[in-house]
């Protein structure tokens, strides 16, 4: 059988979907980082690949304190429970920390949240560059946001004049 049309006609039984991938830098002082990103997630129906992260909808991507968007395109994964994301090490300052991904699967309505909260750099924490991080359930996803919420307020309430 021709590799290639077998190849062809896998792709023509899955749906392709649009994931949206929301990644978090860390708010430590140098956090961000200019290296490139690669992400690859991973499901009960398969992976989609190493992809680089680019062209978030931010001018910048990847700096301190800040949430950045991207669309990754593939295959419907069916339920997510596994990432692999890091960087390649390139460029002046390219350590990063790294706090959070959520992935929204528009076919499910799912989001998926992968915490990290540590370093991917070679000369911090354990020296690696990449990390493999595993769903969590949506209910930590609630708790995070009334918790982020609430520090929100907190703040507000106290910086009132």
């Keep these: 059988m021709n590799n290639s ?3 062809k006609f896998i792709f023509l039984l899955l749906p392709v979907t ?26 009960e ?7 680089q992260l680019f062209r978030s909808k931010s001018s ?18 069916g339920d997510l429970y596994k990432i692999v994301i ?11 920390f790294l706090d959070d991904v959520v992935i929204k699967d528009p076919t499910t309505d799912r989001e998926y949240a992968f915490f990290c909260h540590r370093w991917l750099d070679q000369g911090e924490d354990d020296g690696k560059i990449a990390r493999e991080l ?6 930590i996803i609630f708790g995070r946001q009334k918790l982020e919420l609430s520090r929100k307020e907190t703040v507000r309430f106290y910086f009132w004049p």
């Design 5 to 7: 049309w077998h190849i």
């Design 18 to 43: 649009v994931y949206e991938v929301h990644v978090a830098t860390g708010e430590l002082w140098n956090a961000g980082t200019v290296a490139n990103v690669y992400i690859s997630v991973y499901g």
């Design 45 to 51: 129906k398969g992976d989609s690949g190493s992809r």
């Design 60 to 77: 910048f991507s990847f700096l301190r304190g800040q949430t950045d968007t991207f669309s990754l395109e593939a295959v419907h994964l």
């Design 86 to 96: 890091g960087h390649d090490g390139l460029g002046p300052g390219n350590g990063w």
């Design 134 to 139: 595993y769903a969590r359930d949506n209910s």
